[in-house]
T-cell receptor
Framework: QQKVQQSPESLTVSEGAMASLNCTFS??????FRWYRQHSGKGLEVLVS????GEKEEGSFTAHLNRASLHVFLHIREPQPSDSALYLC???????????FGAGTRLKVIA | EAAVTQSPRNKVTVTGGNVTLSCRQT?????MYWYRQDTGHGLRLIHY???????QIGDVPDGYKATRTTQEDFFLLLELASPSQTSLYFC???????????FGSGTRLTVL
């Protein structure tokens, strides 16, 4: 069964510094990856989706996928205090309608 | 963008109580999902459905029933609620073209 783990559990960065989050998955057939953000007390909003090795940029968010090493990263460029939230990685396989989520990384951006 | 609406926003019940959580999506997505979110576990899939009358078992289904009455409406039922079901519950629908899940705002359930 697919296992998705995220690290670190929590991360504090200064405003404007790059933030890097890691997601590790176990099923090598996975080909559908998303990063979501969840502000406290709110639902999840999708940030970036990636389906093949390499990078995908959406605004200040860049996902980097390396399927051989079973990693997908999220880099947040010049984060603001408003980016303080829980960041969740979701993994799936085309044709499988189940999505497995990691436990999340709680990001705090300080001014 | 998909609109997914959950109700109620908050619910408190007692052990053994009967609870129904509601979810409606207005973008004609086929797939709908119920997840629970607990600290340290992330989101765990309870049940999902690909259309009216259909139900698929998720990863943590024990103690939960679900029913998809229409394309738009998906309900989660706790017939004998227990304190272990205290959690934040999310409903989502899936966009077929992008395979993206769109989430509601969640229902916080407390079982005393």
């Amino acid at each position: 069964q697919q296992k998705v783990q995220q690290s670190p559990e929590s991360l504090t960065v200064s405003e404007g510094a790059m933030a890097s989050l890691n997601c590790t998955f176990s099923d090598r057939s996975s080909d559908n990856f998303r990063w979501y953000r969840q502000h406290s007390g709110k639902g999840l909003e999708v940030l970036v989706s990636i389906f093949s090795d390499g990078e995908k940029e959406e605004g200040s968010f860049t996902a980097h996928l390396n399927r051989a090493s079973l990693h997908v990263f999220l880099h947040i460029r010049e984060p603001q205090p408003s980016d303080s939230a829980l960041y969740l990685c979701a993994v799936s396989t085309t044709g499988n309608y189940k999505y497995v989520f990691g436990a999340g990384t709680r990001l705090k951006v300080i001014a | 963008e998909a609109a997914v609406t959950q109700s109620p926003r908050n619910k408190v019940t007692v052990t053994g109580g009967n609870v129904t959580l509601s979810c409606r999506q207005t973008n004609s997505h086929n797939y709908m999902y119920w997840y629970r979110q607990d600290t340290g576990h992330g989101l765990r899939l309870i049940h999902y459905s690909y259309g009216a009358g259909n139900l698929q078992i998720g990863d943590v289904p024990d103690g939960y029933k679900a029913t998809r009455t229409t394309q738009e409406d998906f309900f989660l039922l706790l017939e004998l609620a227990s304190p272990s079901q205290t959690s934040l519950y999310f409903c989502a629908s899936r966009d077929r073209a992008t395979e993206t899940l769109y989430f509601g705002s969640g229902t916080r359930l407390t079982v005393l």
